[in-house]
């Protein structure tokens, strides 16, 4: 499955984060600090004392990340006994207790039921909070339920077409204040295709001009609808984006 598949790529990643600082490091260990010395007992060696050798903290560090991952996708909840019979039975080549064709579908209907009960609540969080907003001075609801409201109107008149692509500067996130993504924040802009991104974008920025800066207010089902998205987009989000239109890219 994708999502499993970018769990364990994170992972990957991860460790060769870990290679990375240790390559130059006079310890061989990847959780020890290469800091100079203040004369006080290192607080990461104390802690690694616990662990018979290398092999035991990393085997711990590693379950610590699989378990993070799996909290960002809706896998909070697992029977953690099985989660070990499983990792256990395919790592030392066991005769697996479930055949290998059903394997995705028992994690695809778990995830699909565990998004849908917890966008139930997001869902209803979010429709409270478009009501209230669509009452406020400014703000504009289309007829797929979209809100915006113009903070700047750009003196261009060209508005971008489906199958354009635009260079913009976005901030987004959540209807809490929470920010999941910002071109602003990294200080340079990205490039979309018009018909490449949520709905909710792609209706919006074809209504845009060149030049123009919206606030965008984007129901669930015109983002990510139910789907869990990275760690911080939980299903059933409403989600608010500060989009400018730089160009359009020929």
Request: glycine letters at 8%; hydrophobic letters at 35%; aromatic letters at 6%.
């Amino acid at each position: 499955m994708k999502k499993i598949t970018t769990t364990f790529l994170g992972i990957i990643l991860i460790g060769g984060a870990f290679a990375q600082t240790t390559k130059n490091s006079p310890s061989t260990h990847p959780a020890t600090s290469a800091k100079p010395s203040t004369g006080k007992p290192s607080t990461s060696k104390t802690v690694l004392s616990a662990f018979k050798n290398n092999k035991d903290s990393a085997s711990y560090a590693l379950g610590v990340r699989i378990a993070q991952n799996l909290q960002s996708q809706s896998f909070g909840k697992l029977d953690v006994t099985m989660l070990q019979k499983g990792l256990g039975d395919a790592m030392q080549n066991k005769a697996l207790a479930l055949p290998e064709a059903v394997l995705d579908k028992c994690i695809g209907v778990y995830q699909q039921n565990a998004n849908a009960e917890k966008s139930l609540k997001t869902k209803a969080e979010g429709k409270k909070f478009l009501e209230e907003n669509a009452k406020r001075k400014g703000v504009i609801t289309t007829k797929s339920g979209l809100q915006y409201e113009i903070i700047k109107a750009g003196a261009d008149s060209v508005k971008p077409a489906l199958t354009d692509k635009v260079k913009c500067h976005y901030h987004g996130t959540l209807i809490n204040g929470t920010v999941f993504d910002s071109s602003v924040d990294r200080g340079e802009p990205a490039s979309f295709s018009v018909n490449g991104v949520i709905a909710g974008w792609t209706e919006a920025l074809q209504l845009m001009t060149v030049g123009s800066k919206w606030k965008l207010y984007i129901p669930s089902e015109l983002a990510y609808g139910d789907r869990q998205t990275g760690p911080s987009i939980a299903p059933g989000s409403t989600l608010i984006f500060t989009v400018e239109i730089l160009e359009i890219e020929k």
